[in-house]
Nanobody, 120 residues
Framework: QVQLVESGGGLVQAGGSLRLTCAASGRRAFSNFLMAWFRQAPGKEREFVAHITWNTATTSYGDSVKGRFTISRDNGNNMVYLQMNSVKPEDTAVYYC????????????WGQGTQVTVSS
């Protein structure tokens, strides 16, 4: 069973930076997995932020974060990162790490979330 644990959330001023970390465990390797970050603000639907393929590190981003956020992964330590730059108050949300096998049609594994609050 895959376990995902997020960390790194907190309070940051608009225009600042923050790095979120997702520690993945439960498998010796995550090849053929897609790792992603989602976020959910109060009263809003969950929103796709970014994903990365474990094998090739191919990335994709949601329109609202493109050019400001960067997703990366560390194969050796089974870590996934989300570097958040030039943050805005509208980035305030609970950020979730998620994972799925390429053969799966949906994200099967989720972390507990980490709160990010951006002050204006």
């Amino acid at each position: 069973q895959v376990q995902l644990v997020e960390s790194g959330g907190g309070l940051v001023q608009a225009g600042g930076s923050l790095r979120l970390t997702c520690a993945a465990s439960g498998r010796r390797a995550f090849s053929n997995f897609l790792m992603a970050w989602f976020r959910q603000a109060p009263g809003k639907e969950r929103e796709f932020v970014a994903h990365i393929t474990w094998n090739t590190a191919t990335t994709s981003y949601g329109d609202s974060v493109k050019g400001r956020f960067t997703i990366s992964r560390d194969n050796g330590n089974n870590m996934v990162y989300l570097q958040m730059n030039s943050v805005k108050p509208e980035d305030t949300a609970v950020y979730y790490c998620a994972a799925r096998n390429f053969l799966s049609g949906s994200y099967d594994f989720w972390g507990q979330g980490t709160q990010v609050t951006v002050s204006s």
